[in-house]
């Protein structure tokens, strides 16, 4: 009877020192590793998105943030994963910024702060530009291609300044931008602008609405850019915008408002804008990103009093998108919905 007590009590100390180094922590990681764990359901891959005036990165289930100065806005994963890019904004300027796929090395590659002004100056916000809505896409032959909005800095002076954005081409981050030739008969604001995956077409949100105005209505439209042609694809009274293509280049997703409600949801079209289906309900929804897969789709949807990250799965019976129950991605109420999301393994 002693032997076998003796017994138990061996196994009893070996279970409790097993639960114990369970219990450790692993090693805390390294400068520019993800960290913090947030959620560990059902999706995988890396996210970008923006809190706070910075860039965060959601890794399978963890979280970092990349940029600490504020400013940050609309990060976007290089066709390949192996890089971000970001708009970096300050007085009157804006430039794109590229790191590599941890954050680091980052560097810009624009510069559209005037420096030949005071900055307090009316020439100083002339000849400074803003950036918006970068888009990277690899083309067939191996080369990239990062589509922009890029306008003047504002307004100052007295002097009634045209800030509408235009779209602008990059052949690969060190490449010189030139303007979309295709678009410049448009001469209002264009913003959102998304590749393709080919890198072939754009689409993106136009306004003609005057910029002053209470009430601006965008409709999305599409370019092809070897074709030199555009046309529009959506014409609701209420508008449409942020659109994001599936990783097979058949469908868009992107942000609508219905029925003068006020709310705004996800929809689902062909690229010639036919099939148009809603995909969610949750009234103030935008930022659609879909997963590399194609199987799944992250959004930003109102959260409280703020922003949070949500997804949905997809499925495509007969030909129709359709998606599943939204659910949570992390606890946030901060994150940016007009900076969206970018997906990549």
Known sequence: MRGMGRLRWVASLIVLLALAACGQPEPAPGPGAVA???NEGPVHGRLLFTRGGNVWLWADGQEARITRDGGAMQPRWSPDGSQMLW???GDSFGDLWLADARGGDA??????????YPVDSCDYVLNSFQ?????WARLADGSDRIIYGRAPGGRSCQKRLDNT????????????PEQVAVTLPLPGHIEGAAL???GTRVAFAYDTGDPDSAKRTTQLYIADLAAG???ALTDGPDGAYDPAWSPDGSWIVYAARRQGRGATDLWAMRPDGTANYRLTDGGADRGPAFSPDGNQLAFVRLN????GLFYVDLTAPNGRLIAGKAQKIGEYTDVDPGSGISWAR
């Open 36 to 38: 913090a764990a947030a």
């Open 87 to 89: 708009v970096q904004r």
């Open 107 to 116: 560097r810009p590659l624009t510069a559209h702060q005037s420096t030949r």
């Open 131 to 135: 950036v918006s809505g970068p888009s």
């Open 165 to 176: 954005f235009s779209l602008w081409v990059a052949s690969g981050p060190d490449a010189p």
């Open 196 to 198: 393709s995956p080919d």
């Open 229 to 231: 042609s555009y046309r």
């Open 304 to 307: 409280g009093t703020g922003y």
